[in-house]
């Protein structure tokens, strides 16, 4: 536990609020990259991370047995995974990593961040979130995890509303669950249920109308 709680993963607001779908190992693969960056300071100049089976096991539950293997798949499926931002200046779109090298029978993959992606991840000053690995090691579902990353930049309030349509578009779901009842069922109480369980929020949400049009989403959160 003492290693998941020094591992932190920094990113600036407007990457948080981006638009994009990863699943599950996608996400640890890469927030275990974004934690070894020191964010206040540059890139290091070789921009390769090595994440080894050891420390995926370490930090995720997952069969030993398999995790090079897993390892491998979402290193191999992210380099194909694209994010959008808008960060009021520009809106752009790019890749997460421009490459993976395997290390066969070493048990380790490394990554090298796609050169956009980079400036929302060092020689950050301002309007960044950190969060410890540890919080979200436990998670299974990767709303879950995304959700917690957006109640976590509103912590000081504890109340995060958004616009639906914004929100399933940063979830990576704009064209799926047209029916609300969907969405509620597989993913908003799904997440809810598992971070009021697995993390230390105590989350209560609710739906904002617009005459019988349900057109934002409210969370009240609090730390426990």
């Not at 066969?104 to 060092?122: A, H, Q, R």
């Given at each position: 536990?003492?290693?998941?709680?020094?591992?932190?993963?920094?990113?600036?607001?407007?990457?948080?609020?981006?638009?994009?779908?990863?699943?599950?190992?996608?996400?640890?693969?890469?927030?275990?990259?974004?934690?070894?960056?020191?964010?206040?300071?540059?890139?290091?100049?070789?921009?390769?991370?090595?994440?080894?089976?050891?420390?995926?096991?370490?930090?995720?539950?997952?069969?030993?047995?398999?995790?090079?293997?897993?390892?491998e798949d979402?290193?191999?499926?992210?380099a194909?995974?694209?994010?959008?931002?808008?960060?009021?200046?520009?809106?752009?779109?790019?890749?997460?990593?421009?490459?993976?090298r395997?290390?066969?029978?070493?048990?380790?993959?490394?990554?090298?961040?796609?050169?956009?992606?980079?400036?929302?991840?060092?020689?950050?000053?301002?309007?960044f979130?950190?969060?410890?690995l540890?919080?979200?090691?436990?998670l299974?579902?990767?709303y879950?995890?995304?959700?917690?990353?957006?109640?976590?930049?509103?912590?000081?309030?504890?109340?995060?509303?958004?616009?639906?349509?914004?929100?399933?578009?940063?979830?990576?779901?704009?064209?799926?669950?047209?029916?609300?009842?969907?969405?509620?069922?597989?993913?908003?109480?799904?997440?809810?249920?598992?971070?009021?369980?697995?993390?230390?929020?105590?989350?209560?949400?609710?739906?904002?109308?617009?005459?019988?049009?349900i057109?934002?989403?409210?969370?009240?959160?609090?730390?426990?």
């Amino acid at each position: 536990m003492d290693s998941k709680k020094e591992l932190v993963v920094t990113r600036h607001n407007s990457l948080i609020e981006g638009c994009f779908k990863l699943n599950l190992n996608e996400q640890r693969l890469l927030y275990l990259c974004v934690s070894k960056l020191d964010p206040r300071k540059a890139l290091p100049k070789d921009n390769s991370f090595t994440v080894t089976a050891k420390e995926f096991t370490d930090q995720f539950p997952i069969d030993p047995k398999l995790v090079y293997k897993e390892m491998e798949d979402a290193s191999r499926t992210l380099a194909e995974r694209w994010v959008r931002t808008n960060d009021g200046k520009y809106r752009e779109q790019f890749r997460w990593v421009f490459g993976v090298r395997y290390h066969d029978n070493e048990g380790k993959v490394t990554l090298g961040f796609s050169p956009w992606v980079i400036p929302y991840l060092t020689d950050l000053r301002e309007q960044f979130t950190s969060l410890k690995l540890s919080q979200i090691s436990e998670l299974k579902s990767v709303y879950s995890i995304r959700i917690f990353e957006f109640l976590t930049q509103f912590k000081a309030t504890g109340k995060f509303i958004i616009e639906l349509d914004r929100f399933k578009d940063r979830l990576g779901i704009k064209n799926e669950y047209k029916r609300f009842y969907n969405l509620r069922m597989r993913v908003i109480e799904p997440a809810v249920n598992e971070l009021r369980e697995k993390s230390n929020l105590d989350i209560n949400w609710r739906t904002i109308k617009s005459g019988k049009t349900i057109k934002q989403l409210e969370f009240i959160f609090a730390e426990r």
